[in-house]
């Protein structure tokens, strides 16, 4: 038998090493009524779920190593969704530093496949990947190619900027406007925490006279949930969808509260993770109002981890969440801000709504 020419081999395209720009990751569900509540309509924190499991996935692919959620910076949930109807969810990289990925997720709905896609949720994630030891490793640079993918890596580049100035302690106060510097625009007024904490002291001293306020102490929730090693992920630790979804449900009960009336997620504005959740302990979950406008109230959250045996305690995840009632004709109360703490949590949701609608004007010039 003679033996074929290697000449006439077909030549087969090399294989793709780098990340593509522009990669997607997008996953299809059913809104089955086992995921919603008690009115037919999908909850919250199942979106929540979702979000983490395309958004690690697509930061994984990246990064080319286990990711891991440091912060659902940003989410905005459009509309209600209802059950028996289709979701699609997807996830994108839109901007990197050299240790963390920034995901946009968007997700679309649909009474049925001849109906045209609804846009439910626009949000934005930020993840690092994690090498051998554990510790957070390099990724791969993106850069940006079309207009949607310039206009969300400049929305990368202004929650990472918010981040930072909140991190080391500059905040603007009196101009939210002037959160975010422009090219040509006036420089900010850098102030530093002790200042958000003296004008905290002057707002919780003045005497509020305006009627219809509310103690956010009306509204406080505490719930625990047991961490068991099924309900952990391949680090080894609790996963943060599940986190997310119990920390969704306490909000939504604290809103409730707050309002007198059944209340839905409408969106997230900065919920961090702290330090990861391990097995056999037990996480403590708080939330109270911390903020309110006359169609919504945002809900300072949290989560320790409490081992019982070395009577630890570790705070593992802070942020705020944004709910508006479920009917159209409740009437929300103010938020009487009566301490230092509740007055320093209005001031920051104050910067972080500010910073919402200026990713909203960058979305909106694309």
């Given at each position: 038998?003679?033996?074929?020419?290697?000449?006439?081999?077909?030549?087969?395209?090399?294989?793709?090493?780098?990340?593509?720009?522009?990669?997607?990751?997008?996953?299809?569900?059913?809104?089955?009524?086992?995921?919603?509540?008690?009115?037919g309509l999908?909850?919250?924190?199942?979106?929540?779920?979702?979000?983490?499991?395309?958004?690690?996935l697509?930061a994984?692919?990246?990064?080319?190593?286990?990711?891991?959620t440091?912060?659902?910076?940003?989410?905005?949930?459009?509309?209600?969704?209802?059950?028996?109807?289709?979701?699609?969810?997807?996830?994108?990289?839109?901007?990197?530093?050299?240790?963390?990925?920034?995901?946009?997720?968007?997700?679309?709905?649909?009474r049925?496949?001849?109906?045209?896609?609804?846009?439910?949720?626009?949000?934005?994630?930020?993840?690092?990947?994690?090498?051998?030891?554990?510790?957070?490793?390099?990724?791969p640079?993106?850069?940006?190619?079309?207009?949607?993918?310039?206009a969300?890596?400049?929305?990368?580049?202004?929650r990472?900027?918010?981040h930072?100035e909140?991190?080391?302690?500059?905040?603007?106060l009196?101009?939210?406007?002037l959160?975010?510097?422009?090219?040509?625009?006036p420089?900010?007024?850098a102030?530093?925490?002790?200042?958000l904490?003296?004008?905290?002291?002057?707002?919780?001293?003045?005497?509020?006279?305006?009627?219809?306020?509310r103690?956010?102490q009306?509204s406080?929730?505490?719930?625990?949930?047991?961490?068991?090693?099924?309900?952990?992920?391949?680090?080894?630790?609790?996963?943060?969808?599940?986190?997310?979804?119990?920390?969704?449900?306490c909000?939504?009960?604290?809103?409730?509260?707050?309002?007198?009336?059944?209340?839905?997620?409408?969106?997230?504005?900065?919920?961090?993770?702290?330090?990861?959740?391990?097995?056999?302990?037990?996480?403590?979950?708080s939330?109270?109002?911390?903020?309110?406008?006359?169609?919504?109230?945002?809900?300072?959250v949290?989560?320790?981890?409490?081992?019982?045996l070395?009577?630890?305690?570790?705070?593992?995840?802070?942020?705020?969440?944004?709910?508006?009632?479920?009917?159209?004709?409740?009437?929300?109360?103010?938020?009487?801000r009566a301490?230092?703490?509740?007055?320093?949590?209005?001031?920051?949701?104050s910067?972080?709504?500010?910073?919402?609608?200026?990713?909203?004007?960058?979305?909106d010039?694309?």
């Amino acid at each position: 038998m003679s033996r074929r020419n290697t000449d006439e081999l077909p030549i087969l395209p090399a294989p793709v090493t780098e990340p593509q720009p522009g990669g997607e990751v997008h996953v299809d569900e059913w809104v089955a009524p086992d995921v919603c509540d008690e009115h037919g309509l999908l909850r919250a924190g199942k979106v929540l779920e979702w979000m983490d499991v395309v958004g690690a996935l697509a930061a994984t692919r990246w990064g080319r190593q286990p990711a891991v959620t440091v912060a659902v910076d940003g989410c905005e949930l459009l509309e209600l969704v209802r059950v028996g109807e289709r979701v699609t969810m997807r996830a994108r990289v839109a901007h990197t530093s050299g240790r963390t990925i920034g995901v946009a997720v968007s997700m679309t709905v649909q009474r049925s496949r001849l109906d045209a896609p609804r846009r439910v949720l626009a949000g934005y994630m930020t993840f690092v990947v994690v090498d051998g030891a554990g510790k957070p490793a390099p990724v791969p640079a993106f850069s940006p190619q079309t207009p949607e993918e310039l206009a969300l890596h400049r929305e990368g580049a202004l929650r990472r900027e918010f981040h930072r100035e909140l991190t080391i302690g500059q905040a603007v106060l009196a101009r939210p406007e002037l959160l975010i510097d422009t090219p040509d625009g006036p420089r900010r007024e850098a102030m530093i925490l002790d200042v958000l904490r003296e004008m905290g002291m002057k707002l919780a001293g003045k005497r509020w006279r305006t009627t219809g306020l509310r103690s956010p102490q009306q509204s406080y929730v505490h719930k625990i949930e047991p961490v068991r090693g099924g309900k952990l992920d391949f680090h080894g630790t609790l996963y943060r969808g599940t986190l997310m979804r119990w920390i969704e449900g306490c909000g939504a009960m604290s809103a409730s509260a707050f309002v007198d009336a059944p209340a839905r997620l409408r969106g997230v504005h900065g919920l961090s993770f702290l330090a990861p959740v391990v097995s056999n302990v037990f996480v403590h979950l708080s939330a109270k109002v911390a903020h309110s406008s006359p169609d919504a109230v945002t809900v300072h959250v949290q989560a320790q981890a409490e081992d019982p045996l070395s009577r630890s305690i570790t705070r593992s995840v802070r942020g705020f969440l944004t709910y508006e009632p479920v009917a159209g004709d409740v009437v929300i109360p103010g938020v009487a801000r009566a301490d230092a703490e509740e007055a320093e949590l209005y001031c920051e949701v104050s910067l972080r709504l500010a910073l919402r609608d200026k990713v909203a004007m960058v979305h909106d010039a694309r």
